[in-house]
């Protein structure tokens, strides 16, 4: 069973930089089966795709975010990260790190979610 | 971006109702659709795989349908536990791209 944990600020500053960090356990981020994924929710809508990584090199973003987002992988501590350039209070959502079953294409694991604010 | 367009946006049921949601993709997208369940301040949880599979410990009273652009859930008969948003999303494009949910409450 995959477990996944969302740690990093609540609250960012408008026009900073917003970094999260997503520990995993259950599963090493080093597995050929799984590509590693963040997925975003603002207050009362609905779900929104971040972008993805593998660890054999593939990254894939949503276009809309594309210009401002980056991943990253720590493979000794079993983590990997989201960076978000230029926040405004549109990033303001509760940000979750996720699973995807490389072969279904679909989403197995969540972790619980973290709430960032963007303030101005 | 493959869009994804779920309706309707919200419905009201009865406990033992049969409850059908559509998402329909804006090009043929195969079989490479999935279906999730979340309720209020939850993570989302995965219940349908590939248009039609059911997931693991998942309530046969789920079930997906369709293929190329239009697909379907149904819950055969809505129990207290099922009022809750479901989303379906892609997995077709490398861009993945969710609906905008069905809000599923109680009549």
């Known amino acids: 069973q995959v477990q996944l944990q969302e740690s990093g600020p609540g609250l960012v500053k408008a026009s900073q930089t917003l970094s999260l960090t997503c520990t995993v356990s259950?599963?090493?981020?080093?597995?050929?089966?799984?590509?590693w994924s963040w997925v975003r929710q603002p207050a009362g809508k609905g779900l929104e795709w971040i972008g993805r990584?593998?660890?054999?090199?593939?990254?894939n973003y949503n276009p809309s975010l594309k210009s401002r987002v980056t991943t990253s992988v720590d493979t000794s501590k079993n983590q990997f990260s989201l960076r978000l350039t230029s926040v405004t209070a549109a990033d303001t959502a509760v940000y979750y790190c996720?699973?995807?079953?490389?072969?279904?294409?679909?989403?197995?694991?969540w972790g619980q979610g973290t709430l960032v604010t963007v303030s101005s | 971006d493959i869009q994804m367009t779920q309706s309707p946006s919200s419905l009201s049921a009865s406990v033992g109702d049969r409850v059908t949601i559509s998402c329909r993709a804006s090009?043929?997208?195969?079989?490479?659709l999935n279906w999730y369940q979340q309720k209020p301040g939850k993570a989302p949880k995965l219940l349908i795989y590939?248009?039609?599979s059911l997931q693991g410990g998942v309530p046969s009273r789920f079930s997906g349908s369709g293929s190329g652009t239009d697909f379907t859930l149904t819950i055969s008969s809505l129990q207290p536990e099922d009022f809750a948003t479901y989303y379906c999303?892609?997995?077709?494009?490398?861009?993945?791209?969710f609906g905008q949910g069905t809000k599923v409450e109680i009549k």
């Open positions: 590939t248009a039609s």
């Open positions: 259950g599963a090493s981020i080093r597995s050929a089966g799984y590509y």
């Open positions: 990584f593998y660890t054999g090199g593939i990254t």
């Open positions: 996720a699973t995807e079953e490389k072969f279904r294409g679909s989403i197995d694991y």
């Open positions: 999303q892609q997995s077709y494009s490398d861009s993945r791209t």
């Open positions: 090009q043929t997208i195969p079989n490479y």
